[in-house]
């Protein structure tokens, strides 16, 4: 059996408020037996080197914590605080295998833009991971939901080009699901054959429109996805405030 939490949006801003959000997940977490640790994006509120200082003392952890960005992020930043790489802009794509499973972390922010998009470089990366590894089961992790979630706020800045990233999933049968952040509320659907699992957020929780008031609810408490895949192959998904 595979454990792993999966959190996104903590949009650390040097600020009490959101440290102390991103820090009361991270301590529950941190005290769990789990592989892993997944985060989904907007680790940083506008990209700053010293909000990713904030960052890599705040997700410390004992377990692996496995990183993507979001549109709120900044490469060279990003690559160079947290992942103590020279900070050039190419897309920050990496893959990660643990306990016999493979995490695709892969970037589909567009610089200066909200929304996402797999450039062809990520696409091809993604289907040699897919295709090259050892095998076993694999989980496809980025930001932005490729297809619309019914809330037109997030629904405009969501990943676009999506056919080609559903052709690449198709070919690949060992991918359990489809991982992202970016809507600040807890969602479950489909892509491509797959479950696409959207983590709730940490810094906020957005509001849908029938509901009136604020895009977002920031007195909501933060919350996490905890995923666990089971020895014969069905994943199964719990979400929790903190």
């Known amino acids: 059996m595979l454990v792993f939490a999966h959190l996104s949006d903590t949009h650390l801003d040097l600020g009490d408020r959101s440290a102390e959000r991103a820090a009361r997940v991270m301590d529950h ?23 990713y200082e ?12 496995l990183l993507c960005p979001g549109n709120h992020d900044v490469r060279g930043p990003f690559r160079e605080v947290l992942l103590d790489e020279p900070p050039h802009g ?30 062809d470089d990520t696409i091809g990366w993604l289907d040699r991971q897919l295709a ?75 509001v849908f429109p029938w509901q009136g008031g604020d895009v977002a609810d920031h007195g909501a408490p933060p919350g996490a996805a905890l995923h666990v895949l089971h020895d014969d192959g069905r994943l199964t998904t719990h979400y929790r405030t903190f």
């Open 54 to 65: 904030q960052a890599r003392k705040l997700l410390a952890s004992p377990h692996p914590v």
């Open 132 to 206: 090259d590894d050892p095998g076993g089961p694999a989980f496809v992790c980025f930001h932005h939901p490729p297809v619309p979630q019914g809330i037109p706020y997030v629904d405009g800045i969501r990943q676009f080009g999506e056919e080609r990233l559903a052709e690449v999933i198709e070919r690949h049968p060992r991918v359990v699901a489809v991982l992202c952040g970016h809507n600040h509320t807890a969602a479950a659907t489909t892509f491509a054959g797959r479950p696409l699992l959207v983590a709730p957020g940490v810094v906020s929780t957005l």
């Open 29 to 51: 977490l941190n005290g769990l037996p789990l592989d892993a640790v997944l985060v989904t994006g907007d680790i940083a509120d506008h990209g700053e080197p010293a909000e």
């Open 90 to 119: 190419n897309p920050v794509n990496r893959a990660h295998r643990i306990a016999g499973a493979t995490f695709v972390m892969c970037d589909s922010t567009v610089p200066g833009k909200d929304h996402g998009f797999l450039d």
